[in-house]
T-cell receptor
Framework: LAKTTQPISMDSYEGQEVNITCSHN???????ITWYQQFPSQGPRFIIQ???TKVTNEVASLFIPADRKSSTLSLPRVSLSDTAVYYC?????????FGKGTRLHILP | DAGVTQSPTHLIKTRGQHVTLRCSPI?????VSWYQQVLGQGPQFIFQ???????GRGNFPDRFSARQFPNYSSELNVNALLLGDSALYLC???????????FGSGTRLTVV
């Protein structure tokens, strides 16, 4: 299973764009890249998933370079409610392994 | 549509006791996975079930067991509880393929 590496924590301010990068050097051909958000005492919530290039939905964008060895989650115009832990996962239809995640703290 | 539902939401048990946690997946989801999340850590994989068959097992002792029923609901059982088993237990369901998992809100287990 591909291992992921993310920054342990990040701070940003309301209204800013936040980019969280995840490295996954040994990603397999079949693997997809998925990001989850988790608030305290809640289950993780699916944010976005992609295989290559760029994916965008109503809450985030996911940028994946051609070699797929890293990915960047982009959160536009964050608010205080985006303060949470963000997990990058790599896999396909199999047990998904969580790393330590990135604790994002949004400041007013 | 109901999401992934877990019961109970909170539970207090004494060391040495047994506990059963329950999970109902989203309708149509045949895969169910269980995770343990200790405070301040990421969720740790315990089991994955698909069509009632175990498809994956994490690094947990044999005190942990699970099963999946014909309606795809699942139970996680933990025997001989230890203080270190205190955690948030999460259940997630998914369709087959890379569609991402939907997690329940978890069961908060406290062992005293």
């Amino acid at each position: 299973l591909a291992k992921t590496t993310q920054p342990i924590s990040m701070d940003s301010y309301e209204g800013q764009e936040v980019n969280i990068t995840c490295s996954h050097n040994n990603i397999a051909t079949n693997d997809y890249i998925t990001w989850y958000q988790q608030f305290p005492s809640q289950g993780p919530r699916f944010i976005i998933q992609g295989y290559k290039t760029k994916v965008t939905n109503e809450v985030a964008s996911l940028f994946i370079p051609a070699d797929r060895k890293s990915s960047t989650l982009s959160l536009p115009r964050v608010s205080l409610s985006d303060t949470a832990v963000y997990y990058c996962l790599v896999g396909y239809d199999d047990k998904i392994i969580f790393g330590k995640g990135t604790r994002l703290h949004i400041l007013p | 549509d109901a999401g992934v539902t877990q019961s109970p939401t909170h539970l207090i048990k004494t060391r040495g006791q047994h506990v059963t946690l329950r999970c109902s997946p989203i309708s149509g989801h045949k895969s169910v996975s269980w995770y343990q999340q200790v405070l301040g850590q990421g969720p740790q994989f315990i089991f994955q079930y698909y069509e009632k068959e175990e498809r994956g097992r994490g690094n947990f002792p044999d005190r942990f067991s699970a099963r999946q029923f014909p309606n795809y609901s699942s139970e996680l059982n933990v025997n001989a509880l230890l203080l270190g088993d205190s955690a948030l237990y999460l259940c997630a369901s998914s369709e087959t393929g890379p569609y991402g998992y939907t997690f329940g809100s978890g069961t908060r287990l406290t062992v005293v």
